[in-house]
């Protein structure tokens, strides 16, 4: 494994994702990847040593792995003592999080998305709850063995995540990556944007004959677009507004966000604009930004 800076030797960490189907193990999933965690979906208990022995001697080792075991597989029995002790007398340390919800939830869930339990076909005559019992049966001794039970009855996506990221997270788990990118209205809309605002309001560099060469991160047209007085109190609104989005995207759940900034052709306006705007936000805490200039060099 990888030493950490007191040269003593780093435990991978291993969380195994378990529990009833339909109680929202694939939201605590994509919540664990995006917390930075490496997730292997539905692996049955055979293959979990060999993607850890992996993983372990990765270079650079996986740190931080998640494995979602499900009764999907069929060779997955429920049992996880030989797994987890087989874990044991190896470099990672491992936790089981069971996630389970009440009949009458997972029946709704089921019936809102049209699909059958995975354990109802084992049978001709074998009802969904029939399903749900037997599988809760089957996982009754992982469920009385896991580090931490998740009832997710009451619970909607975004607050099972924020449980997640409580329990699993670390000092960056509320971190939003904010992506500010400038471009050309003329070359179309980015298409992954979340917001747009459009600063073809604000004086145009192209005629002034010597800042029509410059870009946006030259002083003279930073200087020029930014010295208009609608420039400042603009930014200072969007500033604003973007406190009570982020504020939004922390309790969904949401972590990564795009602003794009255009103007006419992406070179001048918006690029001096985005830089002022990524300025800014980067003072703000929990705000990781970064900038991107699309059609910066097209003209």
């Given at each position: 494994m990888e030493s950490s800076e007191n040269g003593a030797s780093r435990r991978a960490e291993v969380i195994i994702i378990t529990g009833l189907s339909g109680a929202g193990m694939s939201t605590a999933a994509t919540a664990l990847e995006d917390l930075g965690w490496f997730v292997a979906d539905n692996l049955p208990p055979q293959?979990?040593?060999?993607?850890?022995?992996?993983?372990?001697r990765a270079d650079p080792p996986l740190e931080r792995l998640a494995i979602v075991?499900?009764?999907?597989?069929?060779?997955?029995t429920g049992d996880l003592g030989q797994v987890v002790n087989e874990l044991a007398a190896r470099p990672v340390h491992t936790r089981v999080l069971f996630l389970e919800a009440t009949d009458a939830v997972l029946v709704r869930r089921f019936e809102q998305v049209?699909?059958?339990h995975p354990l109802q076909a084992d049978t001709a005559d074998r009802t969904l709850i029939d399903g749900i019992a037997a599988e809760r049966g089957q996982l009754a001794p992982v469920k009385a063995a896991a580090d931490l039970v998740v009832d997710t009855s009451a619970l909607t996506g975004p607050e099972l995540r924020r449980k997640i990221e409580t329990a699993f997270g670390d000092a960056t788990?509320?971190?939003i990556q904010v992506t500010v990118e400038s471009f050309g209205f003329k070359y179309g809309l980015p298409m992954d944007s979340d917001l747009v605002c459009d600063v073809r309001f604000l004086p145009n560099?192209?005629?002034?004959?010597?800042?029509r060469p410059?870009?946006?991160r030259d002083a003279p047209v930073r200087d020029y677009v930014?010295?208009?007085?609608s420039a400042p109190e603009f930014l200072d609104s969007y500033q604003r507004m973007l406190e009570l989005t982020t504020a939004g995207y922390r309790r969904e759940g949401k972590r990564y966000m795009t602003i794009a900034v255009g103007c006419t052709g992406g070179k001048h306006r918006s690029v001096a604009m985005t830089e002022a705007l990524a300025g800014?936000?980067?003072g703000e805490p929990g705000l990781d930004v970064h900038v991107v200039h699309r059609d910066l060099g097209r003209e």
């Open positions: 293959l979990v040593i060999s993607m850890i022995d992996l993983a372990v075991m499900d009764v999907r597989s069929r060779l997955f049209r699909r059958s788990s509320d971190t560099p192209h005629w002034v004959p010597e800042l410059q870009t946006g930014l010295a208009h007085e800014r936000l980067s």
